[in-house]
């Protein structure tokens, strides 16, 4: 009889990374992923309710909508939100389009060159917190 080969301990060799594949990802999860960052600030929300958005209304705990242009591993970004009033726009835009760049790059390994954002309401501070303010 034959005795069994021995077994050195090592693996073959499958070829080096090339041949392991790639991941690839749906445009879909680069959107939630950039929408959940951004609602993730106090200061910006979405819309919620309606339908085909008629009766939409601003809501902070509604996540605002993304929509991503993917080609190959580069993403460019929209994302639309609501803000609280009074902030200053240009600062608190700027803050979201790093921070939405930042964690979609590190999250997906996608390159975000560019994140285009629309502010599509603005709602007082006193009416997202349900107190009134005496004038």
Do not use: C
């Amino acid at each position: 009889m034959n005795a069994p080969a021995a077994h050195t301990g090592s693996l073959p060799d499958a070829g080096g990374l090339e041949s392991r594949g790639r991941t690839v990802l749906d445009h879909k999860v680069v959107e939630k992923i950039a929408s959940q960052v951004a609602g993730e600030e106090s200061f910006a929300g979405g819309t919620s309710g309606g339908f085909l958005g008629l009766g939409a209304h601003a809501d902070f705990a509604a996540r605002p909508q993304a929509s991503v242009e993917l080609s190959g591993n580069i993403a460019a970004l929209r994302v639309e939100v609501g803000l609280l009033y009074p902030v200053p726009l240009r600062q608190a835009t700027e803050q979201l389009r790093r921070r939405i760049s930042e964690r979609v790059a590190a999250l997906t390994g996608v390159e975000v060159r560019q994140v285009d954002i629309t502010v599509s309401w603005l709602k007082p501070a006193a009416e997202s917190t349900g107190h009134r303010r005496l004038l």
